[in-house]
């Protein structure tokens, strides 16, 4: 029987990558996250191309209540999940922290950290219960390195990070693997979230260097989820050739 991937923050950058990569691989998916237009157009282009099932999930993970009555209403076959990717996440503004917005703040905790956590609660009794199961932690070179501004977005994704290896401490005794990806400047729509819609400032970000792309993270990820059953990626830093360090790049 094919397997199947839950994959959160799928209507776009890694997250979408991953539906694709996963589809190619013959992975059933179920896409969680909150734009109906998109999940259905992935869902679509995927069904068409790939002799697979998409079960689209319209979701915010910041919401616990819906969050949970949606997944834990999916049908049982639907529960066997093998492989979480725990992709859904955002970044809003860049400022210093005594300039921060506390409602950008609020968003950012909700999203990577107790966002994360709503949904890893439920996959992982899921996994226990089948005695396996793979969890792909989306974290960053933010949660290995502090940057000027980053402040509250680098500690979600140290949170992560600690998640990351508190999870795999907890569900050892169950036989799930856990694996964070961290990755540095991906060129997807991060910046233009981060910077509320200014797509001028968030090209910038990419100017004058090759950045990574959705699909070379995607392609990490795989490469984890495909080890042999006794080998487990415990995490994995993947920089542009052009990034040395969060805030150090060779640019043209
Ligand atoms: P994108 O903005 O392209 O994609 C983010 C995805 O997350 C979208 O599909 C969005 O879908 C979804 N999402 C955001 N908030 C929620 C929510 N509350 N509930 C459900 N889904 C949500 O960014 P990336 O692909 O770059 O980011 C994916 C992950 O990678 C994030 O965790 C990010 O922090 C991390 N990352 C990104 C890097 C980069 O340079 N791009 C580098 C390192 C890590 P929708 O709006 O439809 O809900
Ligand atoms: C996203 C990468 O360096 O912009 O996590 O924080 S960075």
Same mark, same amino acid.
């Given at each position: 029987?094919?397997?199947?991937?839950?994959?959160?923050?799928?209507?776009?950058?890694?997250?979408?990558?991953?539906?694709?990569?996963?589809?190619?691989?013959?992975?059933?998916?179920?896409?969680?996250?909150?734009?109906?237009?998109?999940?259905?157009?992935?869902?679509?282009?995927?069904?068409?191309?790939?002799?697979?099932?998409?079960?689209?999930?319209?979701?915010?993970?910041?919401?616990?209540?819906?969050?949970?009555?949606?997944?834990?209403?999916?049908?049982?076959?639907?529960?066997?999940?093998?492989?979480?990717?725990?992709?859904?996440?955002?970044?809003?503004?860049?400022?210093?922290?005594?300039?921060?917005?506390?409602?950008?703040?609020?968003?950012?905790?909700?999203?990577?950290? /107790? +966002?994360?956590?709503?949904?890893? =609660?439920? $996959?992982?009794?899921?996994?226990?219960?089948?005695? *396996?199961?793979? !969890?792909?932690?989306?974290?960053?070179?933010?949660?290995?390195?502090?940057?000027?501004?980053?402040?509250?977005?680098?500690?979600?994704?140290?949170?992560?990070?600690?998640?990351?290896?508190?999870?795999?401490?907890?569900?050892?005794?169950?036989?799930?693997?856990?694996?964070?990806?961290?990755?540095?400047?991906?060129?997807?729509?991060?910046?233009?979230?981060?910077? /509320? +819609?200014?797509?001028?400032?968030? =090209?910038? $970000?990419?100017?004058?260097?090759?950045?990574?792309? *959705?699909?070379? !993270?995607?392609?990490?990820?795989?490469?984890?989820?495909?080890?042999?059953?006794?080998?487990?990626?415990?995490?994995?830093?993947?920089?542009?050739?052009?990034?040395?360090?969060?805030?150090?790049?060779?640019?043209?």
């Amino acid at each position: 029987m094919a397997k199947i991937a839950l994959i959160t923050g799928a209507t776009s950058g890694i997250g979408a990558a991953c539906a694709h990569l996963f589809a190619a691989q013959g992975y059933h998916l179920i896409l969680v996250a909150r734009r109906e237009n998109l999940l259905s157009d992935i869902s679509k282009r995927l069904t068409d191309k790939y002799a697979i099932e998409v079960k689209t999930v319209l979701a915010d993970v910041k919401d616990q209540e819906d969050l949970s009555y949606k997944l834990e209403g999916l049908s049982s076959n639907l529960k066997e999940v093998s492989v979480l990717i725990n992709n859904a996440g955002l970044s809003q503004g860049l400022d210093p922290i005594d300039k921060g917005s506390i409602s950008d703040w609020d968003t950012m905790i909700d999203t990577n950290v /107790k +966002g994360l956590l709503y949904v890893t =609660k439920i $996959v992982s009794n899921w996994m226990i219960d089948q005695k *396996a199961g793979h !969890i792909i932690n989306i974290g960053s070179i933010a949660g290995q390195e502090v940057y000027p501004n980053g402040n509250v977005y680098c500690a979600t994704k140290h949170a992560v990070d600690a998640l990351n290896k508190g999870m795999r401490i907890d569900l050892l005794p169950h036989g799930i693997k856990v694996t964070a990806i961290n990755p540095g400047m991906v060129e997807t729509e991060f910046s233009v979230v981060r910077f /509320k +819609g200014d797509e001028g400032r968030a =090209k910038k $970000v990419y100017d004058g260097f090759e950045p990574l792309v *959705a699909n070379d !993270i995607a392609e990490a990820i795989w490469f984890a989820v495909s080890r042999p059953a006794h080998v487990n990626i415990n995490d994995m830093l993947i920089m542009p050739t052009a990034q040395a360090a969060a805030t150090i790049i060779n640019k043209s």
